[in-house]
């Protein structure tokens, strides 16, 4: 541990450079020459502020679903700007798991959801269940597009299980509030909340609805 530590600077000296030039390539090209994968993990849980936020942001290109947890931890990390890198990096992982066919599957209901194309979402996303089930990103993808077509049920079923299945999966808690609360589940949905801020403290809007919650529950 003490060797992969030492190399802490150097990730350090590469981040830097990359905030000063934007030039993410060329960041990423000098860390996965210098890193492994394991290495950058225990850097991001591990190593010092600018190294945390290095590691984090490496990961988010670099890795795949294997750093889910170490990504998910990252989220809470004391420093404001690990939890941000690390909110984004995790949402990258969350695509890269699976087969090939999986990714692209997946890819392709995320842009069916930025459409708004709800009712092709659901069913792209729900062949992808079919195939493997295990993936936590397409049942929470099904859910949101339940969501929004005013499926609470099913859509609160289906982010339950994304969260069974990646207990880090944020989006998934606030999609189950959001559904809760419609359907006048003030309990469930601050439950939901909570739990959604608990994973990713940078949630300000999930913040506010508790704390609108709490009065409501209060004055009730």
């Known amino acids: 541990m003490n060797d992969d530590f030492r190399q802490g600077p150097l990730l350090v000296d590469f981040f830097e450079q990359y905030l000063d030039d934007h030039d993410i390539a060329q960041f990423l090209r000098l860390t996965s020459e210098r890193y492994f994968i394991g290495t950058l993990e225990r850097l991001a849980l591990n190593g010092e502020r600018m190294a945390r936020r290095g590691a984090v942001l490496a990961l988010g290109r670099l ?9 998910g931890r990252a989220m809470v990390d004391l420093d404001r700007g690990v939890r941000t890198l690390a909110e984004h990096a995790i949402g990258l992982v969350w695509n890269r798991v699976g087969l090939t066919v999986h990714q692209r599957r997946l890819t392709a209901v995320g842009e069916q959801l930025d459409d708004g194309d709800y009712d092709r979402a659901s069913m792209l996303a729900g062949k992808i269940i079919q195939d493997a089930p ?15 077509l005013g499926q609470f049920d099913a859509a609160t079923r289906d982010c339950h299980q994304a969260l069974e299945i990646n207990p880090y999966h944020f989006q998934a808690a606030a999609v189950m509030g959001e559904a809760y609360e419609l359907q006048q589940n003030l309990v469930a949905a601050l439950e939901s909340f909570r739990r959604a801020l608990r994973l990713n403290p940078n949630m300000e809007e999930v913040r506010a ?5 709490q009065r409501a529950l209060k004055n009730q």
């Open 63 to 71: 890795s795949d679903y294997q750093s889910n947890s170490v990504l």
């Open 134 to 148: 295990w993936i936590a990103q397409s049942w929470f993808q099904r859910g949101k597009a339940y969501f929004h």
């Open 209 to 213: 609805r508790v704390i609108q919650l």
